[in-house]
């Protein structure tokens, strides 16, 4: 086609891909990135195509796409964190918070379904941080029965909420008061 003679706007689009390739090559360093670069400015410019005025410079118009969206990338890539193997995710993971509210209530009624004496037994120790002679006193029995109802409510804290011993994942809350019942391997 002769230079006079004016072409459809996406027409013109094909015709400047090798010339786009090439200044997408020279900006990345990179054959396979050159192609992702030329590939999504071709789709911007395409989605774009109606705010293109005709009889402006379609090169310079593609250019100056294809420059924005290498910018656009080179500063994403800076926020980002190279994991290929996963490590760094693994160690950024944050539980659901839903869940634990769930847990927080099938907790509170399980607790609620223990023997006053036991339930009582482990609020003092678990939640108050009483020592055993302290729940004890306060209590009105001998130490050794305070650590008995403790360890009975731990247990059947446990049995009533599936955990099994030494299982992770329960929420802190939950744990301290199931305490050594639940993941230290001791009732």
């Not at 001998?142 to 650590?147: D, F, H, L, M, R």
Request: aromatic letters at 6%; a negative charge; hydrophobic letters at 40%.
């Amino acid at each position: 086609m002769s230079e006079g003679v004016s072409r459809a706007p996406r027409d013109e689009l094909l015709v400047h891909i090798p010339s786009l390739r090439a200044f997408a090559v020279s900006l990345s360093g990179q054959l396979d990135r050159a192609d992702d670069l030329v590939q999504e400015t071709l789709v911007k410019a395409w989605r774009n195509l109606g705010s293109f005025t005709e009889g402006t410079n379609m090169r310079a118009w593609l250019f100056t796409i294809l420059r924005n969206v290498y910018i656009s990338e080179i500063r994403r890539r800076r926020r980002e964190v190279q994991d290929t193997d996963g490590v760094f995710s693994e160690n950024v993971a944050v539980a659901p918070q839903q869940n634990g509210h769930m847990d927080l209530e099938d907790f509170r009624k399980a607790l609620t379904a223990l023997p006053e004496e036991q339930r009582e037994a482990l609020i003092l120790i678990g939640a108050a941080e009483f020592s055993y002679e302290e729940a004890a006193e306060i209590s009105g029995c001998a130490v050794g029965t305070v650590k008995s109802r403790v360890n009975r409510a731990r247990t059947a804290l446990a049995r009533r909420l599936n955990l099994e011993v030494g299982e992770i994942g329960i929420e802190p809350a939950l744990k301290a008061a199931l305490g050594p019942a639940v993941g230290s391997g001791t009732a």
